[in-house]
């Protein structure tokens, strides 16, 4: 198997429909859209197309059917979407959602953004987005930046750094897609403790270690020769935290 191959996992019918995607996902328990170099985790182009994305033929037809499942299973409230892993996109499996959400200790409630900032988890810009979505709901991309008063070039680039700041923190979730202009539909971005809110409350009994554990488990299952290093560069956790974790949160 080719190295781009190595995380890839050989779903035995190729995922067609979104019915399809949930069950993938719920099997492996989260996935990135497209496969990345230095990341041990399989594809969702890959269950699709069944071929490295890396051989060509460039964006195909599968490339547009899971770009839009990023938008939709979300807002069907049938998987979880964001820029999530350091910056880049995954999916999260509705199972492990709760552990995720409780390894961040981010089981969020609305109101909790004065929390997040008094502790200097979120940055101011970071604050007015959250204040924004949870007084007008679910906007699309140019709306919410609008809503925000980020319109300018230098505001944009401070707009794209608060929402990577709360989707590392699993804060919001693309929730649906808006055609806002004559290009691509925008992504609509909602609270994640809105639109999962069964989730949320399940993570908020769980502790961080626990819930390390689970998805250590989760991933050893595929990879159990990993070392506690892989899974520490992966998730942003520490070494203590990463073994403990392998170990089974003892």
């Known amino acids: ?11 035995p019918r190729r995922v067609r429909a979104p019915a399809d995607a949930v069950r993938f996902l719920d099997a492996v328990g989260f ?10 985790l399989p594809s969702m182009y890959y269950a699709a197309a069944h071929r490295d994305i890396h051989l060509g033929p460039g964006w195909d037809t599968f490339c547009e059917m899971i770009w839009d499942w990023k938008d939709e299973l979300p807002h069907r409230r049938r998987a979880y979407y964001s820029k999530c892993l350091r910056g880049r996109g ?45 007084e007008h709901g679910p906007l699309a991309t140019l709306e919410l930046r609008h809503a925000c008063k980020m319109e300018s070039k230098s505001g944009n680039a401070r707009f794209k750094r608060a929402m990577l700041e709360l989707q590392c923190h699993l804060v919001i979730v693309h929730f ?21 809110p069964k989730q949320a409350a399940a993570a908020r009994s769980l502790s961080p270690g626990a819930a390390r554990a689970a998805i250590a488990r989760k991933f050893l299952e595929r990879r159990p020769a990993a ?22 949160g003892l």
């Open 1 to 11: 198997m080719k190295l781009s191959l190595a995380a890839e996992v050989v779903w």
């Open 31 to 40: 996935c990135v859209l497209f496969p990345l170099k230095n990341v041990p």
């Open 90 to 134: 995954m999916f999260i499996s509705l199972k492990l959602l709760p552990h995720f959400l409780a390894s961040r200790t981010s089981a969020t409630s609305p109101g909790d953004h004065q929390r997040f900032y008094s502790e200097g988890r979120i940055s101011h810009d970071a604050l007015s987005i959250w204040k924004t979505l949870e």
């Open 227 to 248: 070392p506690p290093a892989v899974l520490a560069r992966l998730f942003g956790w520490s070494k203590s935290e990463a073994i403990a974790a392998c170990s089974g």
């Open 176 to 196: 649906g897609a808006e055609k806002e202009t004559a290009a691509w539909p925008s992504s609509r971005f909602e609270l994640t403790c809105r639109a999962f």
